[in-house]
């Protein structure tokens, strides 16, 4: 009996001695792990890294070589039909203007045409007194038909001339011109290009002021910057008979602009 129970004791010693084992294996391998993945996380961007950036900006300026302008036709009728054909009668003289000034079809453009009712309010029957004011109601009295034009004006120097024009054909009311560079992307490429040689060489030079060997680039970002260009505003006035401006308006120059970071991992 004795010995019956000395072998019992004797196995579940063992069973404990084995499950400690076990726990204390677990633990190892929950905490190899953990630390793996503690060292990897920095890695895979979730952490702080030993990182380092640099700025670069870059500019490029150009003399415009568009000029664009707006302008709106708008008249008054007693109906629809009269009111757009008055509407017409204008457009055909501003486009006839354009042509001769050799602005191309593909360069005008109708923005929007529409047309819409003119109310009166008129009483029913005896005007309004001190005391008392008969009803009344809103009556249609004609319509208006308007028309939005935008130009854009490929021979620059033809510009105030071409506005000039337009007023004298009594548009009701002219915007621009917005002086702009028609093929910009290249430039908006040379301005990115100064900016990351500007960076890269803060980068050459502050690594060695610092004694520390740049790595891969980890990020890079960029903010562009496009001033908005020169105005030289004109606003027609119905009633105008002339409008006088410059035969040749100034342009000026449009800088685009390039701001960019560079990420540098440290070694």
Same mark, same amino acid.
């Given at each position: 009996?004795?010995?019956?129970?000395?072998?019992?004791? +004797?196995?579940?010693?063992?069973?404990?001695?084995? *499950?400690?084992?076990?726990?204390?294996?677990?633990?190892?391998?929950?905490? @190899?792990?953990?630390?793996?993945?503690?060292?990897? *996380?920095?890695?895979? @961007?979730?952490?702080?890294?030993?990182?380092?950036?640099?700025?670069?900006?870059?500019?490029?300026? !150009?003399?415009? #070589?568009?000029?664009?302008?707006?302008?709106?036709?708008?008249?008054?009728?007693?109906?629809?039909?009269?009111?757009?054909?008055?509407?017409?009668?204008?457009?055909?003289?501003?486009?006839?203007?354009?042509?001769?000034?050799?602005?191309?079809?593909?360069?005008?453009?109708?923005?929007?045409?529409?047309?819409? =009712?003119?109310?009166? *309010?008129?009483?029913?029957?005896?005007?309004?007194?001190?005391?008392?004011?008969?009803?009344?109601?809103?009556?249609?009295?004609?319509?208006?038909?308007?028309? %939005?034009? %935008?130009?854009?004006?490929?021979?620059?120097?033809?510009?105030?001339?071409?506005?000039?024009?337009?007023?004298?054909?009594?548009? %009701?009311?002219?915007?621009? =011109?917005? *002086?702009?560079?028609?093929? +910009?992307?290249?430039?908006?490429?040379?301005?990115?290009?100064? !900016?990351?040689?500007?960076?890269?060489?803060?980068?050459?030079?502050?690594?060695?002021?610092?004694?520390?060997?740049?790595?891969?680039?980890?990020?890079?970002?960029?903010?562009? #910057?496009? =001033?908005?260009?020169?105005?030289?505003?004109?606003?027609? !006035?119905?009633?105008?008979?002339?409008?006088?401006? =410059?035969?040749?308006?100034?342009?000026?120059?449009?800088?685009?602009?390039?701001?960019?970071?560079?990420?540098?991992?440290?070694?």
């Amino acid at each position: 009996m004795n010995n019956y129970m000395e072998t019992s004791v +004797e196995k579940k010693c063992k069973i404990h001695h084995t *499950f400690k084992i076990i726990i204390f294996v677990l633990i190892v391998l929950c905490a @190899g792990k953990f630390l793996l993945s503690y060292g990897n *996380f920095g890695k895979n @961007g979730n952490a702080v890294e030993n990182t380092i950036s640099f700025t670069g900006h870059g500019e490029v300026s !150009a003399v415009p #070589d568009i000029a664009n302008i707006s302008f709106t036709i708008e008249k008054d009728a007693k109906t629809v039909k009269e009111s757009q054909a008055l509407v017409a009668e204008i457009e055909k003289k501003a486009i006839d203007l354009l042509k001769t000034n050799n602005v191309a079809e593909r360069d005008i453009k109708t923005n929007n045409a529409s047309f819409y =009712p003119k109310y009166e *309010f008129q009483n029913k029957g005896m005007p309004c007194t001190r005391f008392v004011c008969p009803t009344g109601e809103n009556v249609i009295v004609g319509y208006t038909s308007s028309e %939005s034009i %935008s130009v854009k004006i490929r021979n620059t120097d033809d510009t105030g001339k071409i506005i000039q024009g337009l007023g004298e054909i009594r548009v %009701s009311n002219l915007n621009g =011109p917005n *002086f702009s560079i028609d093929k +910009e992307d290249a430039l908006k490429d040379s301005a990115r290009k100064l !900016a990351i040689n500007e960076a890269k060489e803060k980068a050459k030079k502050l690594s060695k002021d610092l004694g520390i060997r740049l790595g891969k680039i980890t990020s890079f970002s960029e903010n562009r #910057d496009y =001033p908005m260009p020169m105005y030289a505003k004109a606003e027609m !006035a119905m009633g105008m008979d002339t409008v006088s401006l =410059p035969a040749e308006l100034p342009k000026g120059e449009n800088l685009i602009t390039s701001d960019v970071t560079i990420t540098y991992e440290i070694k």
